[in-house]
């Protein structure tokens, strides 16, 4: 009994021991959460550890994401190294920021010099746009033309060139010290990038933050579309954690431009959204205006002037006021910039004109209008012609498009024009094939004449477009035909008549009519050259006689002297005798109707001693007196019937 006892108290006081212990560790639980709040934040934890900082600085998007169920897949993220980090807290009012090495000059933000490191001198070069020519040789020279390679565009010039560069004022007086209401919306600016250069992504953020309100920008999103070079991921990181309002978010697929936007747009919090490519800057004064207009009209999309940044120099060349965004029948967008477009406004230097299409470089549309209009199309892959594909359908589906000319933003003029590396060279043709046959209804037969690749793709394989026809259905868009006649009715419509459309092939040279390169378009001579077969050399004789050229169908068939040359064609005006032709169908002559000459095809200096013209160009086409030579006779090769021609 007395072991019984002894053993019963025994119990007892481990038991009382046990409550005293786990009473302590409540105690110092509490004290030590009291203390930590008191204390300065900690530095970054280890780069794979997820850290609950409100809000992240620094987003993964995963596959399981459903802001990614529209994305096509593409090379998927291999593996997470230390330099990709998930979640990064902000270091700042810490003493020693944290720092990664690399092979990357990086300069923070921030005021105070870290000890242990050189200050390094800032770049100076092209301040106020100015031109910067490097004078290089050997080794140096080398590395400028491997970036030029890498990026399309003189790296080296961009790296002595300040991340802050002002811009000289290039707007009109009248834009200057305008008022704008100080309830405009806030702005969400999206900037995607995919193996940006170090000076150029940052030099664009740096502009925005430079030169938006506080009042009026939300935030600076950062959407990386799956870079693989080393600087834009821990490096970038770090650096990002230095700058107020900016967030970055990662996503584990490649998305290209549309898709990496739609992103972007889902992760916004500012009531307009504000697309700017990430080469880009921004003049001073350039977020309000587009504020403005978009708050008078929340269906209403506007882009700034786009200035030009040239990729050898970096100088800054402003843009010619009046311009708007057109494309041709092969589904190109170009800027045009004539002073003919000049509406009747008693103020047009400041006034917007409504545009038929804009650009990608820089966009501002409201973000709900945006997600009910039904975003990016998730069918285009990479990169190109999403920006005619959502202009047709915004005007299509109830808005509108315009172009702001008190707001400029200057635009990097890329080498090789392709800010995404195409892995199969037929994805830009799969875009237009959306485009075509989801919005051009029967009109899409001009399209595929003068694109035949997309033509022999499309007969391949018919693109999945069910989900876009019945949003189309769903927001009650409008025909092809009303766009044309009423948003965009300078671009001609071709006849492509049978036996008067096509390649114009001449049988004496077994050669096609094309035009030289290095030239303006306008005026521009004549010349003989391979046939290429893929339509870009499309001709079309109408009924009106002109033989209109190109995929624009703007320039015309005309004479300078003996030679024959590219001339503007009347724009909804009766044609002159001068762009008049005839095609004699039995001998395949093409005859100048005002000169009664025919067209013939000059090789190899093939002119008479007689012939007035001065240069003896070779292959070039003149106009000689009819004769039955087979220089002489031509006629139209169709490349393709598509469907419903």
Same mark, same amino acid.
């Given at each position: 009994?007395?072991?019984?006892?002894?053993?019963?108290?025994?119990?007892?006081?481990?038991?009382?021991?046990?409550?005293?212990?786990?009473?302590?560790?409540?105690?110092?639980?509490?004290?030590?959460?009291?203390?930590?709040?008191?204390?300065?934040?900690?530095?970054?934890?280890?780069?794979?550890?997820?850290?609950?900082?409100?809000?992240?600085?620094?987003?993964?998007?995963?596959?399981?994401?459903?802001?990614?169920?529209?994305?096509?897949?593409?090379?998927?993220?291999?593996?997470?190294?230390?330099?990709?980090?998930?979640?990064?807290?902000?270091?700042?009012?810490?003493?020693?920021?944290?720092?990664?090495?690399?092979?990357?000059?990086?300069?923070?933000?921030?005021?105070?010099?870290?000890?242990?490191?050189?200050?390094?001198?800032?770049?100076?070069?092209?301040?106020?746009?100015?031109?910067?020519?490097?004078?290089?040789?050997?080794?140096?020279?080398?590395?400028?033309?491997?970036?030029?390679?890498?990026?399309?565009?003189?790296?080296?010039?961009?790296?002595? !060139?300040?991340?802050?560069?002002?811009?000289?004022?290039?707007?009109?007086?009248?834009?200057?010290?305008?008022?704008?209401?100080?309830?405009?919306?806030?702005?969400?600016?999206?900037?995607?990038?995919?193996?940006?250069?170090?000076?150029?992504?940052?030099?664009?953020?740096?502009?925005?933050?430079?030169?938006?309100?506080?009042?009026?920008?939300?935030?600076?999103?950062?959407?990386?579309?799956?870079?693989?070079?080393?600087?834009?991921?821990?490096?970038?990181?770090?650096?990002?954690?230095?700058?107020?309002?900016?967030?970055?978010?990662?996503?584990?697929?490649?998305?290209?431009?549309?898709?990496?936007?739609?992103?972007?747009?889902?992760?916004?919090?500012?009531?307009?959204?504000?697309?700017?490519?990430?080469?880009?800057?921004?003049?001073?004064?350039?977020?309000?205006?587009?504020?403005?207009?978009?708050?008078?009209?929340?269906?209403?999309?506007?882009?700034?002037?786009?200035?030009?940044?040239?990729?050898?120099?970096?100088?800054?060349?402003?843009?010619?006021?009046?311009?708007?965004?057109?494309?041709?029948?092969?589904?190109?967008?170009?800027?045009?910039?004539?002073?003919?477009?000049?509406?009747?406004?008693?103020?047009?230097?400041?006034?917007?004109?409504?545009?038929?299409?804009?650009?990608? @470089?820089?966009?501002?549309?409201?973000?709900?209008?945006?997600?009910?209009?039904?975003?990016?199309?998730?069918?285009?892959?990479?990169?190109?012609?999403?920006? !005619?594909?959502?202009?047709?359908?915004?005007?299509?589906?109830?808005?509108?498009?315009?172009?702001?000319?008190?707001?400029?933003?200057?635009?990097?003029?890329?080498?090789?024009?392709?800010?995404?590396?195409?892995?199969?060279?037929?994805?830009?043709?799969?875009?237009?094939?959306?485009?075509?046959?989801?919005?051009?209804?029967?009109?899409?037969?001009?399209?595929?004449?003068?694109?035949?690749?997309?033509?022999?793709?499309?007969?391949?394989?018919?693109?999945?477009?069910?989900?876009?026809?019945?949003?189309?259905?769903?927001?009650?868009?409008?025909?092809?035909?009303?766009?044309?006649?009423?948003?965009?009715?300078?671009?001609?419509?071709?006849?492509?008549?049978?036996?008067?459309?096509?390649?114009?092939?001449?049988?004496?040279?077994?050669?096609?009519?094309?035009?030289?390169? @290095?030239?303006?378009?306008?005026?521009?001579?004549?010349?003989?050259?391979?046939?290429? @077969?893929?339509?870009?050399?499309?001709?079309?004789?109408?009924?009106?006689?002109?033989?209109?050229?190109?995929?624009?169908?703007?320039?015309?068939?005309?004479?300078?002297?003996?030679?024959?040359?590219?001339?503007?064609?009347?724009?909804?005006?009766?044609?002159?005798?001068?762009?008049?032709?005839?095609?004699?169908?039995?001998?395949?002559?093409?005859?100048?109707?005002?000169?009664?000459?025919?067209?013939?095809?000059?090789?190899?200096?093939?002119?008479?001693?007689?012939?007035?013209?001065?240069?003896?160009?070779?292959?070039?086409?003149?106009?000689?007196?009819?004769?039955?030579?087979?220089?002489?006779?031509?006629?139209?090769?169709?490349?393709?019937?598509?469907?419903?021609?």
């Amino acid at each position: 009994m007395r072991l019984w006892g002894r053993a019963k108290v025994v119990r007892r006081r481990m038991l009382c021991l046990w409550l005293l212990l786990l009473g302590f560790a409540l105690v110092t639980l509490a004290l030590s959460d009291l203390f930590n709040r008191d204390q300065k934040p900690s530095a970054p934890r280890r780069p794979l550890q997820r850290i609950p900082s409100p809000p992240d600085l620094e987003v993964i998007v995963d596959s399981r994401d459903a802001a990614l169920e529209f994305v096509v897949d593409f090379a998927p993220l291999n593996s997470l190294q230390e330099d990709q980090l998930l979640f990064v807290r902000s270091t700042q009012g810490t003493k020693n920021p944290l720092q990664r090495k690399g092979t990357y000059k990086v300069l923070l933000p921030v005021t105070k010099v870290i000890k242990g490191t050189p200050s390094p001198a800032h770049p100076t070069h092209g301040k106020l746009g100015e031109t910067v020519r490097l004078r290089l040789e050997g080794v140096e020279r080398e590395k400028e033309l491997s970036a030029v390679q890498k990026y399309s565009f003189n790296e080296m010039v961009s790296e002595k !060139i300040s991340l802050h560069r002002k811009l000289p004022e290039t707007r009109h007086p009248a834009c200057l010290g305008g008022q704008y209401s100080k309830s405009l919306p806030s702005a969400s600016v999206v900037i995607c990038f995919h193996d940006e250069a170090w000076s150029t992504l940052l030099r664009t953020v740096h502009s925005v933050l430079d030169t938006a309100p506080k009042q009026h920008l939300r935030e600076v999103l950062l959407v990386d579309d799956l870079s693989q070079h080393g600087h834009l991921k821990s490096v970038l990181s770090e650096y990002v954690t230095h700058l107020d309002g900016v967030r970055l978010i990662r996503s584990t697929k490649r998305l290209g431009v549309g898709g990496c936007r739609t992103l972007g747009a889902a992760r916004a919090a500012g009531e307009v959204l504000v697309f700017v490519d990430s080469h880009c800057e921004c003049q001073s004064g350039w977020l309000e205006p587009l504020l403005e207009r978009v708050a008078q009209d929340r269906t209403r999309v506007v882009s700034p002037i786009m200035d030009v940044i040239d990729w050898k120099t970096f100088q800054y060349n402003a843009t010619q006021w009046p311009v708007k965004g057109v494309f041709n029948w092969r589904l190109d967008f170009y800027w045009e910039s004539n002073p003919q477009l000049q509406n009747k406004d008693p103020d047009p230097d400041v006034q917007p004109m409504q545009s038929p299409a804009l650009g990608g @470089g820089v966009l501002a549309i409201d973000r709900h209008f945006f997600q009910s209009v039904g975003a990016y199309d998730p069918g285009m892959v990479l990169w190109g012609a999403e920006q !005619i594909e959502l202009s047709i359908r915004v005007w299509s589906c109830g808005g509108s498009m315009e172009v702001v000319p008190c707001s400029r933003v200057a635009h990097l003029d890329h080498h090789h024009h392709l800010p995404y590396s195409f892995t199969d060279e037929e994805l830009l043709q799969r875009n237009k094939i959306r485009i075509a046959d989801t919005w051009m209804d029967t009109y899409r037969k001009i399209f595929y004449r003068r694109d035949t690749q997309a033509h022999f793709i499309r007969q391949s394989e018919s693109p999945k477009i069910t989900e876009r026809l019945e949003l189309k259905k769903s927001l009650g868009c409008r025909n092809f035909h009303w766009y044309l006649t009423t948003v965009y009715p300078q671009l001609y419509i071709p006849q492509d008549r049978p036996g008067l459309s096509g390649e114009l092939y001449n049988v004496g040279t077994s050669s096609c009519a094309d035009y030289s390169q @290095g030239q303006g378009l306008q005026g521009r001579s004549m010349i003989i050259a391979a046939c290429s @077969g893929t339509g870009s050399q499309h001709c079309d004789l109408n009924s009106e006689g002109e033989v209109r050229w190109g995929p624009m169908g703007a320039l015309c068939l005309d004479k300078k002297e003996e030679q024959v040359i590219l001339s503007p064609c009347p724009n909804h005006q009766p044609t002159t005798s001068g762009l008049q032709w005839k095609f004699i169908k039995l001998s395949g002559q093409l005859v100048h109707q005002q000169s009664q000459l025919c067209l013939e095809a000059v090789k190899d200096g093939g002119l008479p001693h007689s012939s007035s013209v001065q240069s003896r160009e070779v292959n070039s086409l003149f106009l000689r007196p009819c004769t039955h030579h087979p220089r002489q006779q031509w006629h139209f090769e169709q490349l393709v019937a598509p469907k419903g021609a």
